[in-house]
């Protein structure tokens, strides 16, 4: 029973790396932790630089079938558009993502884009936060047609407090 509750603390804490000045380095580790059979369901890395290389190993990690994570906040950690590619192709092969956070980073109209294009088929996905700059009319088109197509999926686009909606301590619990 300890063990139990020693582990459940460690992911408890592993899961909460909110401003810690995580890495790509640390990335790599918590992709490895994500491909083992794992209860971590949430991990928040939000503030953290975590580089396109952090971006990278985490949606290798999440394209694999052994990762179980739930939620992903990854709210401010500067992912250029370019990363949007790789989190594409995570978001069409994962199972178990239910939100992902990509809040308050700059994925300009084009990471965005491909994002809804990858969104227009459904998927596990049930909440995807983002910024959008430039809210063009293929963007509104692609918006409509996610609607369509994928109506359990909610995007919240709009300005939001970082803290809202932030994952509570049963959500580690084994």
Known sequence: RTHRFR??????LISRLW???????GCCSLAKLLQEKS???CLDLGLNHIGVTGVKVLCEALSKPLCNLRCLWLWGCSIPPFS???LCSALSCNQSLLTL???QNPLGSSGVKMLFKTLTRPG???TLRLKIDDFNDELHKLLEEIEENNPQLIIDTEKHDPWKKRPSSHDFMI
Not at 19 to 25: A, E
């Open 84 to 86: 949007c590619e790789d």
């Open 124 to 126: 596990t996905l049930q």
């Open 39 to 41: 209860s971590l369901s």
């Open 7 to 12: 582990l459940a603390f460690f992911l408890w």
């Open 19 to 25: 401003n810690c000045d995580i890495t790509s380095d």
């Open 101 to 103: 956070d990509l809040g």
